[in-house]
């Protein structure tokens, strides 16, 4: 049993910035890069394996290979037609446009898909920063559908306060934005369904405004949606999500930490900070910040030896 650490798959979509490759090791070929989409198996951007038997394959196809699944990925994953989760680092050099993730229900009905919730992990953003999370208490949909139509948006959006280490659950139907200079990392289900409502009267590279999809979006969109936020940023603070989706566990190893492998299910893990050694019975992994990898089922009991800070999500 080896660690899967994975190549990401980057995108230079209009609000991407120098971060990823700054700070976080990555070598993206793009001036600027918006997102590294680190464990994906989804058909927009796939990742690969880097190291050992599994070298220059995809996640997807090992996670097709029925005979490993067990092993690799847990009993949890034996009956699902596909990997669940997709993570990435984004890099909000400006804002992101205004959206909404349809639920499961919808998402199969109409778009044979899944849906999509996600929970972003701030990373590191600007003082002061803010995100764009529902509309404002008594705005209805046909208030917001003629807002949007006419390209007056603003004023019903709502607005709350972010800092670093906060972790904010976004539910399918929620309106949201990430706004600039705001660097995350997001764990979502794996579906990449948007629903694009308001894009700043912004164009892309070639002059166009970039695709809306206002239908669809008021069809899902929920009002009122109470706001998840966890303040994440101490050590005690491990369990960041539980979620009939996926969980999500922040793990501060300083000095010696030792863990266990999960037989229900793999642990997808982010390098987030710091740097250090993991020792499995049978092999030794260099991790540092940016490294994603996942951690099979059955690898057992290993150790993280060093100064490091890592989220692990599991279903
Ligand atoms: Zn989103």
Avoid at 40 to 66: A, C, P, Q, V, W
Avoid at 130 to 135: D, E, R, T, V
Wanted: glycine fraction near 6%; charge should be neutral.
């Amino acid at each position: 049993m080896e660690i899967l650490f994975l190549e990401p798959v980057y995108k230079d979509y209009i609000w991407g910035g120098q971060r990823l490759k700054k700070e976080f090791n990555k070598e993206t070929p793009y001036d600027n890069t918006a997102e590294s989409w680190e464990i994906s198996t989804n058909e927009h951007g796939k990742s690969k394996i880097k190291n050992g038997k599994f070298k220059d394959r995809y996640l997807s196809e090992i996670f097709n290979m029925i005979d490993m699944r067990e092993d690799i990925f847990g009993t949890k994953c034996l009956n699902l037609d596909k990997f669940p989760l997709l993570i990435k680092f984004i890099d909000a050099k400006k804002d992101l446009s205004v959206q909404v993730h349809p639920d499961d229900e919808y998402a199969r009905k109409y778009e044979n898909d899944s849906g999509k919730v996600e929970i972003w992990y701030i990373l590191d953003c600007k003082p002061n920063a803010k995100i764009i999370y529902g509309l404002k208490p008594q705005v209805n949909k046909s208030t917001f559908e003629k807002a949007l139509r006419t390209g007056n948006v603003e004023k019903y959006l709502n607005y709350i306060d972010i800092k670093k280490g906060d972790v904010i659950y976004v539910p399918s139907g929620t309106i949201h934005a990430i706004l600039a200079d705001t660097l995350i990392c997001e764990i979502q289900q794996n579906s990449d369904l948007t629903y694009r409502v308001y894009d700043w009267n912004r164009v892309d590279k070639n002059g166009q405004p970039r695709e809306l999809n206002i239908k669809k979006a008021i069809d899902v969109i929920k009002l009122n949606t109470e706001i998840k936020k966890v303040e994440s940023d101490n050590e005690d603070c491990q369990e960041l999500l539980n979620s009939k989706y996926f969980n999500v566990e922040k793990i501060e190893a300083n000095g010696i930490y030792t863990k266990k492998s999960d037989k229900k299910s793999f642990n997808a893990v982010n390098v987030i900070a710091g740097n250090g050694i993991i020792h499995t019975s049978d092999e030794e992994y260099m991790i540092k910040k940016g490294d994603s990898f996942i951690i099979p089922s059955a690898i057992g009991e290993y150790t993280i030896i060093g100064k490091v800070k890592l989220l692990y999500s599991y279903i």
